[in-house]
Nanobody, 124 residues
Framework: VQLQASGGGLVQAGESLTLSCAAS????????MAWFRQAPGKGREFVAARHRSNGYTYYSDSVKGRFIISRDNAKSTLYIQMTSLKPEDTAVYYC??????????????????WGQGTQVTVSS
């Protein structure tokens, strides 16, 4: 599976942005999908995930209520809608696909396929 993330950019605090992750070479519905991010000087951080089987969505506490993860199987595309953006949301955002069990959804080790990352910068 190849993943291509896009949609990043420079926005002001309080604004919104939607990232996309186009998948090819596999059936998106076969995988659990997630977004992670990595800020300068920090490790990769879980943002949101959509479970492969139950379709439930999961979020980190830092983005819950502001971000929404969704998937369009017909377009083989994963999205994350980000609202009320804050300067601390500044990071490179990565999409990922894999077959994690429920208890390991938030671990980047659970995902086999990764997009190349797209930069999101939120100015104050």
């Amino acid at each position: 599976v190849q993943l291509q993330a896009s949609g990043g950019g420079l926005v002001q605090a309080g604004e919104s942005l939607t990232l996309s992750c186009a998948a090819s070479g596999g059936t998106l519905s076969s995988y659990g999908m997630a977004w992670f991010r990595q800020a300068p000087g920090k490790g990769r951080e879980f943002v949101a995930a959509r479970h492969r089987s139950n379709g439930y969505t999961y979020y980190s506490d830092s983005v819950k209520g502001r971000f929404i993860i969704s998937r369009d199987n017909a377009k083989s595309t994963l999205y994350i809608q980000m609202t009320s953006l804050k300067p601390e949301d500044t990071a490179v955002y990565y999409c990922a696909a894999g077959t994690p069990i429920l208890s390991s959804l938030r671990s980047d080790q659970s995902y086999r396929y990764w997009g190349q990352g797209t930069q999101v910068t939120v100015s104050s």
